[in-house]
């Protein structure tokens, strides 16, 4: 494998596999860097459960202080907490030490700046072409200051501002029997917590010690999360989550095991939402139509970006909007907890939804708008990418298109979205339509332009 492929230092941060490529020296030299972009003051940090999580850790707090920064540290925790607490406290920005959904060799170091919010495009390029530079500050002996541990604030004010949105009363009164994979990550025991000690479902938790690794692939997916989907139909569990080691990311099962297509789960908690809160919806390009679907139905416009949750965090801003997500990742934000993708939101929401209306997640999921949705990899030359958008685009005449990230095509039933990964020579391709044969017929046609 190519070195570019495990080792990534580009504006949302530093990620890549640790020993030889994502090295304690490497991390303190990020952390000089962007303390010296957010200046003296307090910053705080925080990581997942991966075994280099801690030799991560000393050497972020290497490079924070070495620039004059006192360092608040959480300890594990997931990445929304994070989040929250930056904001809350003031601080002049955070780390998040986790690859998240990445395989556990990884990590990474995930920047938010005082708003508790990925950096947005000025703040990445200024903060990477600082660390190009070297040009660092370097603190005197007078001016180090220390590190202060911090790991009873920030779970206790994530859960509250959480509660605050939701019907916990009607949660806790329908004392829902609830399967949980918590992935030995970073929410393992605040997961537990929060299931079983604040919204007293029945809990059925496996996989929530900290203390060992991830036992299935980290990525919350259908595939990955067979033991969950048994558990839901062993124990005769209501609903089922599954998150990612970071806690911002959530996968969803109905009671009968099945897990939902990533789409549907962003889908409740937009119609949940939108019923008491005001504003807009902002996805990525390729989530489901079917939240337009929704919008519509609750009188509200939705907003497209591309692919990514700080382009789509920046048009929530921008707009207003009332909730917004990547059906694709499985990311919901609620802006009324904080503007980032939060598992723990978005577990409340499927709850409330659940107590509000009495009905099963299957019966919720059967009323939503139906499409059928398919994806795939397509491997390309160097060299030809241009080439390819440009004879799909021709392929499609008719179609309504935008170029805003890789090549959308749109008509009023369907809509085809090709992209290029970051990291690798591959496009990505994503199909919807209103029927299953409509959407096998556009993915065939645009896999056959792709590939000859």
Known sequence: MARQHLLKVGVS?????????????????????????????RVVIGRDTRTSGEMLTHAVNCGLLAAGCEVIDLGVIPTPTIQIYIAHTRARGGMALTASHNPPEYNALKLFNREGQFFNQYERTELLDLFHQSDFARAGNDEIRGVRQDLTTAPALHLARVLSKVDADAIRR????????????????????????????????????????????????????????????????????????????????????????????????????????????????TTSAAIDDIAMAHGRKVYRTP?????????????????????????????????????????????????????????????????????????????????????????????????????KLSWADRWLHVRSSNTEPLLRLAVEARTAEAAQALFDDAWRQLTN
């Open 13 to 41: 941060g530093v990620r890549g596999v640790i020993g030889g490529f994502l090295t304690p020296a490497l991390g303190a030299s990020y952390a000089q860097a962007f303390g010296t972009y957010v200046g003296k003051g």
């Open 174 to 285: 329908r004392r829902f029997r609830v399967a949980l994979d918590g992935v030995n990550g970073a929410g393992s025991e605040l997961s537990v917590r929060f299931l079983q000690g604040v919204l007293g479902t029945q809990l059925e938790a496996i996989s929530v010690d900290p203390t060992k690794v991830f036992p299935r692939i980290a990525e919350p997916r259908p595939d990955t999360l067979t033991e969950l989907a048994e558990l839901v139909r062993r124990s005769g569990s209501d609903v089922g989550f599954g998150q990612d080691p970071d806690g911002d990311r959530l996968a969803v099962c109905d009671e009968t095991g099945r897990v939902l297509d990533n789409d549907d789960v962003l889908a409740l908690a937009v119609h949940r939402a939108l019923a008491f809160t005001p504003g807009d919806v902002v996805v990525n390009l």
């Open 307 to 407: 692919v990514g949750a700080a382009n789509v965090v920046e048009m929530m801003q921008a707009v207003g909007a009332a909730i917004g997500g990547e059906g694709s990742s499985g990311g919901i934000i609620y802006p009324a907890v904080h503007l980032c993708r939060d598992s723990y939101t978005a577990m409340a929401l499927v709850l409330d939804l659940m107590a509000e209306t009495g009905k099963t997640v299957s019966q919720l999921v059967a009323e939503l708008p139906r499409y059928t949705r398919l994806s795939g990899k397509v491997a390309f030359e160097h060299g030809r990418l241009g080439t390819l958008m440009q004879s799909l685009e021709e392929g499609f005449p008719d179609a309504e298109t935008n170029r805003m990230d890789g090549l």
